[in-house]
């Protein structure tokens, strides 16, 4: 784990990255801003009231030197916003209801990133998912080919360093959705120095069990090689089939992934969130995420349950995906 992320600091320092934290006043977050900004590796912005934000830095003997505070309510260029917002949402708000939404944090962080002020978005510490992903979705928006955003997870225990896909997001995911879904997941394995060899999960291998949804992941396996036919994927696979040489050598002897997959595409949301959890509890793997794929600007999601260092290690990834 130490390796990937010092890697990752290395790239990232000194290269003036800003990152948005809607949740200022949160223990974790304004901890994790305040190590990151004390070690000049990017430039934290926290959003709040000042005066609550400084109380909470005292409370935990933390110096706010090198942290921007931008308070929505005080915030000198919330007009400029507005007005954006209004353009950028196509007459669906008015200026009224805009100058109202843009009082909620998210919102505000995020009009901070679509108007090039902020460079990336980490919150989710203290909101679900949605109130993270739905203002990146109406703001920030999907690259161009791009259908829909979907949600990994960088699992890494020692050395091992995987990615689970789709973990957070769409819940149940149709074969082109899949297909989209596993050639991002080799991007955004890519960007971490990963090497992709994707492998597409169901409870069958190679069609040693049929139904919808076994049929369904072998049509995306097909979407997907016609997506990037120099892609290194395969499937459908059962785990053990895509993970283990030996197990892979009985049950699909013929394939190009020989048991040897690093980048684990899920065939629905529930089984993908078991999996990485499954894998973080039992496994003792850190699971870094998840990370938004797809969106034009970089905003990611942490677990609520998350300590001061998820958030630090997902603001770097954040700001790594900015480069």
Do not use: W
């Not at 010092?6 to 290269?15: F, M, P, W």
């Not at 304004?30 to 000049?40: C, E, F, N, P, V």
């Not at 007009?79 to 505000?108: C, M, W």
């Not at 938004?292 to 790594?320: F, K, M």
């Amino acid at each position: 784990m130490a390796d990937l992320f010092t890697l990752i600091e290395e790239k990232v320092k000194g290269k003036d990255v800003r990152i948005v934290f809607p949740e200022g006043t949160d223990d974790r977050i304004l901890t994790a801003a305040i190590q990151l900004a004390g070690k000049s590796i990017l430039q934290p912005i926290v959003v709040g009231n000042k005066e609550e934000i400084t109380k909470k830095a005292d409370s935990l003997h933390l110096k706010l030197d090198g942290v921007d505070i931008y308070d929505p309510h005080t915030y000198e260029g919330l007009e400029e916003l507005v007005q954006s917002f209004v353009e950028r949402r196509k007459g669906k708000v008015t200026e009224e209801q805009a100058r109202k939404i843009l009082l909620d944090e998210n919102y505000f962080g995020t009009m901070l990133v679509y108007k090039g002020l902020a460079d990336g978005l980490v919150s989710g510490a203290a909101h679900s998912t949605a109130d993270t992903v739905r203002p990146a979705l109406q703001i920030i928006k999907t690259k161009e080919g791009i259908k829909k955003t979907s949600g990994v997870f960088i699992m890494v225990r020692g050395d091992e360093q995987y990615v689970f896909a789709d973990c957070a997001i769409n819940i149940a995911p149709n074969s082109d959705d899949l297909a989209e879904i596993a050639v991002e997941s080799a991007n955004t394995a890519k960007m971490f120095d990963i090497d992709p060899r994707v492998a597409m999960l169901s409870f069958s291998t190679k069609g040693s069990a049929k139904s919808d949804e076994t049929t369904k992941v072998a049509e995306a396996v097909k979407i997907a090689k016609e997506k990037a036919p120099d892609l290194t994927l395969d499937g459908e696979f059962q785990f053990d089939a895509a993970f283990v040489p030996s197990v892979a050598e009985k049950k699909a002897p013929d394939s190009i992934i020989k048991g040897d997959a690093n980048v684990f595409v899920f065939p629905s949301l529930e089984a993908g969130n078991i999996g990485y959890k499954i894998a973080q509890r039992l496994g003792n793997f850190e699971a870094v995420g998840p990370i938004l794929q797809g969106l034009n600007q970089p905003v990611n999601d942490l677990s609520r349950g998350c300590d001061s260092q998820d958030v630090y290690n997902l603001a770097l990834i954040t700001a790594a995906q900015t480069l």
